[in-house]
């Protein structure tokens, strides 16, 4: 086994400029990794960068009005090579996309292309990346569509995305997405446009095609509870940063920033009583300050404090590979029981 | 009883309404379904269709032949003496004698030919010009919005020219002819097809499906004829119809001022127009007949055209 990260991100960040407009930082220095085979979690809500993040990855940002600085080493292929995917040439990084990189998008309507059918935009990538024509590809689409769990596949390959249900259509994009065995699939998402049963199916799938062919996931979502049953480890993004990063037990067994802390303890609980309130972060993603002032959150966090907007906030990393970005974390186990002023269970404003 | 089979009618054109929508139609065979229903494209149908089987079968239709002067002594221009409508001559003559029902029939069939090749030559250049200028907008970065920038102000010259005056200089340029004629027309519709097409080439480059295809590793050019082309083909396909109509005005517009098919022997609408404005005092009908024809025929096809638009607009949809 060689050394390393199949893929590492240094300090990834990206920049719109706009003529006349001030400049949006969507993502300002994210760092994390992804071992061969693993599954990572990239965390945060809205506008917080975790799409610009895949797009950067993919290479397939909007060449204009774009900055992008940092580095993401890949190792194509498993090898001891190593490529970075910003700064690796158009041409080579459209043979990687698809055959070692493949994202799954969050809406499978819009990312299927409307007038053409199912089975040709699956022998597409077949045709590209594996040179398989003809039947050839038509019976090894039919297989994927099995495999991703379509039935009646062959009827499938000649309909037209919108007859096909919104589960459908995702498990067909995942199809295409590991038609070429990739090293790594980033998934943006996925299960958003579906409702909580099909979401289950396709986390479960998705989960499975993993562990089986070996790929590593980025999978990229709002929603905890989508990367609790899933992934090895987690990264919580804020206002374009990793605020805190844990393997999937320790962060939420200890959450230490108090921004992961307010997640946690914003999400409906079954066992939860139900006359106990939900307790929201207060605000919303626009009170974030500049970083280079001092942590984003802090307009929104319990443990606020002076000292808090003295800088951007180190990276901190313990032992156990918990990373958090705090001045004044969360110091306890559970957030159920943290230190009384360290966070406050009823003192959101509701 | 008689409400309740009306109900039960109802009941089953809402289930038919449902099935079919389950059974997902294509976009184009739902607005063609959606137009079989409104008056206005029917009406239009009917025009377009008439026209296309007068010109193709005129030869059958026309009594007599449209250069046969069979009643050269019936008809003196001279002394205003001209031959209105009779059961023989359903038309009456013109000031030569000519049977001019079977002119005006013959000549729908220049009109069809102009019509067609000027529409369709429009259609063809300025979808090679739309379809390079918008692919290379939408995948080909700083270079490619290079490209479509020449393109788009070579299109754009082309667009400051009133489209009559670009056929005129074009006629003038090439000389007196059928084929001048064709082109001059067609030149003047490039323009309107290459800006359609660009436009919405590029409004679906920046579509998930366009970005999706990217993820997989599609090449640029698989992904401007395989996802974005059938997909901006809409607008481009109304227009086409809508362009019918013009270039048949055109058409007649420059064979009116002379431009046309020098060819005496061969009856265009736009010349017979012309002709008839030495007459206009004794014999206004035969005006008449052939602004009227240009008229309908052109109307024919913007009902069609316009019909079309809407039931492909789901904005207008009801």
Known sequence: MPAGPLLAVHDLAVTFTQRRRRDVRAVDGISFSLGEGSVVGLVGESGCGKSVTSLALMGLLPPRGVRVSGRALFRPGGGDAEVDLLSLPTRRMRDLRGSELAMVFQDPLSSLNPVVPIGRQVT????????????????????????????????????????LSGGMRQRALIAMAVACRPRLMIADEPTTALDVTIQAQILELLKELVTEEGTALLMITHDLGV???????????????????????????????????????????????????????????????????????????????EDCLGGPPHMRAERTGHRFRCVHPVRGR????????????????? | MAARTQRIDRLAELTAARREEAEGRGVWREAFARMSRNPMAITGAAVVALFIVVAVLGDLIAPYGPTEQNWGDEVFPNRNVFVGPRAENWLGLDNLGRDQFSRMVIGARQTLMV?????????????????????????????????????MRVVDMMLALPSLLLAVSIAALLGQGLVTVMIAVGTAQVPIFARLLRGAMIAQGSRDYVIAARALGARRRRIALVHILPNSMGPILVQLTL??????????????????????????????????QRFLSG??????????????????????????????????RK
């Open chain 2, 115 to 151: 019509g067609v090749v000027a529409a369709g030559l429009g259609f063809t250049a300025g979808a090679l010009l739309g379809g390079v200028s918008g692919a290379a907008y939408a995948l080909g970065g700083t270079a490619g919005r290079r490209v479509d920038a020449v393109l």
């Open chain 1, 124 to 163: 597409e990538i077949l045709v590209r990346h594996r040179g398989i024509k003809g039947a050839a590809a038509r019976s090894a689409a039919a297989e994927l569509l099995e495999r991703v769990g379509i039935p009646d596949p062959g009827r499938r390959l000649s309909e037209y995305p919108h007859e």
């Open chain 2, 243 to 276: 362009s019918l109509a013009t270039a048949i005005i055109d058409a007649a517009a420059l064979s009116y001022l002379g431009l046309g098919n020098p060819d005496p022997s061969v009856p265009e609408w736009g010349t017979m127009l012309a002709d008839a």
């Open chain 1, 334 to 350: 559970a957030p159920e029981s943290t230190a009384p002023e360290s966070t406050a269970p009823d003192g959101g404003d509701r």
């Open chain 2, 283 to 316: 014999a206004p009908q035969l005006a008449v007949y052939p602004a009227l024809a240009i008229i309908v025929t052109a109307l024919g096809f913007t009902l069609m055209g316009e019909a079309l638009r809407e039931s492909l607009d789901p904005r207008l």
């Open chain 1, 227 to 305: 990367v609790a049953g899933l992934c090895d480890e987690i990264n919580v993004l804020y206002a374009g940063r990793v605020v805190e990063g844990a393997p999937r037990h320790d962060l939420f067994a200890a959450p230490t920033h108090p921004y992961t802390s307010g997640l946690l303890g914003s999400i409906p609980r079954l066992n939860a009583s139900p006359d106990d309130p939900l307790t929201p972060i207060r605000g919303t993603v626009n009170d974030a300050i500049d970083w280079a002032d001092g942590c984003a959150f802090a307009p929104r966090c319990d443990n606020y404090a």
